[in-house]
Protein backbone atom coordinates (compact mmCIF):
# COMPACT_ATOMS: atom_id res chain seq x y z
CA UNK A 1 0.00 0.00 0.00
CA UNK A 2 2.62 2.77 0.79
CA UNK A 3 5.43 2.95 -1.51
CA UNK A 4 8.95 3.70 -0.50
CA UNK A 5 9.24 7.00 -1.94
CA UNK A 6 9.70 9.94 0.35
CA UNK A 7 6.10 11.73 -0.97
CA UNK A 8 4.60 8.20 -0.38
CA UNK A 9 5.81 7.54 2.65
CA UNK A 10 4.65 11.01 3.92
CA UNK A 11 1.20 10.37 2.25
CA UNK A 12 1.08 7.05 4.46
CA UNK A 13 1.89 8.66 7.29
CA UNK A 14 -0.88 11.59 6.86
CA UNK A 15 -3.37 8.85 6.57
CA UNK A 16 -2.44 6.40 9.02
CA UNK A 17 -2.75 9.94 11.75
CA UNK A 18 -6.30 10.27 10.47
CA UNK A 19 -7.29 6.77 11.23
CA UNK A 20 -5.65 7.15 14.35
CA UNK A 21 -7.08 10.43 15.24
CA UNK A 22 -10.48 10.04 13.82
CA UNK A 23 -10.80 6.18 14.28
CA UNK A 24 -11.78 6.32 17.86
CA UNK A 25 -15.14 7.78 18.01
CA UNK A 26 -17.92 8.71 15.46
CA UNK A 27 -19.36 11.03 14.53
CA UNK A 28 -21.05 12.09 18.13
CA UNK A 29 -17.84 10.93 19.94
CA UNK A 30 -17.09 8.38 22.47
CA UNK A 31 -20.04 6.74 24.31
CA UNK A 32 -19.57 5.57 27.84
CA UNK A 33 -21.91 3.43 29.48
CA UNK A 34 -22.28 2.53 33.06
CA UNK A 35 -22.27 4.03 36.10
CA UNK A 36 -19.28 7.17 36.78
CA UNK A 37 -16.44 5.62 38.98
CA UNK A 38 -17.35 7.04 43.21
CA UNK A 39 -14.31 7.56 45.21
CA UNK A 40 -13.98 4.87 47.57
CA UNK A 41 -15.23 5.93 51.20
CA UNK A 42 -11.76 7.00 53.78
CA UNK A 43 -11.69 4.14 55.89
CA UNK A 44 -8.90 4.04 58.51
CA UNK A 45 -7.20 7.06 60.54
CA UNK A 46 -7.46 10.43 58.98
CA UNK A 47 -4.59 12.85 59.76
CA UNK A 48 -3.31 16.98 58.74
CA UNK A 49 0.27 18.18 58.19
CA UNK A 50 1.34 20.49 59.79
CA UNK A 51 3.43 23.43 58.52
CA UNK A 52 6.51 21.51 58.03
CA UNK A 53 4.77 18.42 56.80
CA UNK A 54 4.32 16.19 60.15
CA UNK A 55 1.56 14.13 60.03
CA UNK A 56 -1.01 14.93 62.93
CA UNK A 57 -4.58 13.44 64.64
CA UNK A 58 -6.80 15.41 66.25
CA UNK A 59 -3.87 17.49 67.30
CA UNK A 60 -4.40 19.90 70.15
CA UNK A 61 -2.14 22.27 68.39
CA UNK A 62 -0.62 22.81 64.80
CA UNK A 63 1.10 25.34 63.22
CA UNK A 64 -1.09 25.71 59.74
CA UNK A 65 1.21 27.87 58.22
CA UNK A 66 4.43 30.07 58.62
CA UNK A 67 1.83 33.11 60.28
CA UNK A 68 -0.99 30.72 61.47
CA UNK A 69 -0.52 28.90 64.74
CA UNK A 70 -3.80 27.70 66.83
CA UNK A 71 -3.71 25.84 70.07
CA UNK A 72 -6.22 25.21 73.06
CA UNK A 73 -8.05 22.88 69.90
CA UNK A 74 -10.65 20.76 70.70
CA UNK A 75 -12.39 18.78 68.05
CA UNK A 76 -16.09 18.21 67.48
CA UNK A 77 -15.59 16.57 64.06
CA UNK A 78 -12.73 14.47 63.01
CA UNK A 79 -11.86 11.70 60.02
CA UNK A 80 -15.43 12.91 58.12
CA UNK A 81 -15.40 15.13 55.19
CA UNK A 82 -15.28 18.30 57.65
CA UNK A 83 -13.16 18.76 60.62
CA UNK A 84 -14.24 21.21 63.09
CA UNK A 85 -12.98 22.74 66.05
CA UNK A 86 -12.53 25.13 68.14
CA UNK A 87 -9.08 27.02 69.55
CA UNK A 88 -6.70 30.14 69.81
CA UNK A 89 -5.42 31.82 67.08
CA UNK A 90 -1.73 33.22 66.98
CA UNK A 91 1.27 34.34 65.18
CA UNK A 92 4.03 36.58 64.57
CA UNK A 93 1.70 39.36 62.91
CA UNK A 94 0.40 39.68 65.87
CA UNK A 95 3.21 39.52 68.36
CA UNK A 96 3.49 40.89 71.40
CA UNK A 97 -0.31 40.56 71.90
CA UNK A 98 -1.12 37.48 71.05
CA UNK A 99 1.59 35.38 72.38
CA UNK A 100 -0.19 36.21 76.12
CA UNK A 101 -3.89 36.10 74.87
CA UNK A 102 -4.71 34.28 71.87
CA UNK A 103 -7.35 35.07 69.73
CA UNK A 104 -10.82 32.67 69.62
CA UNK A 105 -11.50 30.70 66.71
CA UNK A 106 -13.22 28.07 64.52
CA UNK A 107 -10.83 25.91 62.15
CA UNK A 108 -12.66 23.76 59.50
CA UNK A 109 -10.41 21.60 57.80
CA UNK A 110 -11.75 19.88 54.69
CA UNK A 111 -10.52 18.61 50.96
CA UNK A 112 -10.24 14.73 52.21
CA UNK A 113 -7.62 13.34 49.75
CA UNK A 114 -5.83 10.53 49.97
CA UNK A 115 -2.15 10.11 49.86
CA UNK A 116 -0.24 6.75 49.68
CA UNK A 117 -3.57 5.45 50.74
CA UNK A 118 -3.50 7.29 54.14
CA UNK A 119 -6.17 10.45 53.86
CA UNK A 120 -5.36 13.97 54.64
CA UNK A 121 -7.33 16.86 55.08
CA UNK A 122 -5.33 19.64 52.22
CA UNK A 123 -7.50 22.93 52.86
CA UNK A 124 -8.21 24.97 56.38
CA UNK A 125 -10.44 27.31 57.33
CA UNK A 126 -10.07 30.02 60.49
CA UNK A 127 -13.20 31.92 61.88
CA UNK A 128 -12.44 34.53 64.46
CA UNK A 129 -15.08 35.01 66.66
CA UNK A 130 -14.84 38.46 67.29
CA UNK A 131 -12.60 39.79 64.19
CA UNK A 132 -12.75 42.94 65.40
CA UNK A 133 -11.02 42.45 68.09
CA UNK A 134 -7.97 40.91 65.37
CA UNK A 135 -4.94 43.86 64.81
CA UNK A 136 -4.43 45.24 61.18
CA UNK A 137 -1.74 43.95 60.58
CA UNK A 138 -4.13 40.39 60.50
CA UNK A 139 -5.38 41.52 57.51
CA UNK A 140 -1.83 40.52 55.03
CA UNK A 141 -2.75 36.69 57.18
CA UNK A 142 -4.57 34.49 55.14
CA UNK A 143 -7.15 32.77 57.25
CA UNK A 144 -9.42 31.35 54.33
CA UNK A 145 -8.82 28.73 52.23
CA UNK A 146 -5.26 28.04 53.63
CA UNK A 147 -3.37 24.51 51.17
CA UNK A 148 -1.94 22.40 53.97
CA UNK A 149 0.95 20.59 53.03
CA UNK A 150 0.77 16.48 52.85
CA UNK A 151 3.94 14.59 53.29
CA UNK A 152 5.69 13.02 50.62
CA UNK A 153 6.19 9.31 50.92
Known sequence: MCRRSSSSLLACGVLLGALLLGGCGGPKGLYVQGPAIQPSPVSGPVYVADALGQPLQRPTSVGLSDSVGLSGLRWGD???????????????????????????????????????RVPYYRRATVVPEQPEELPAAAEKVQLQGIRLSVPAF
Open 78 to 116: WGGAKATASGRLSGGWCAPGCGREPYDVTVVLSGLEKQE
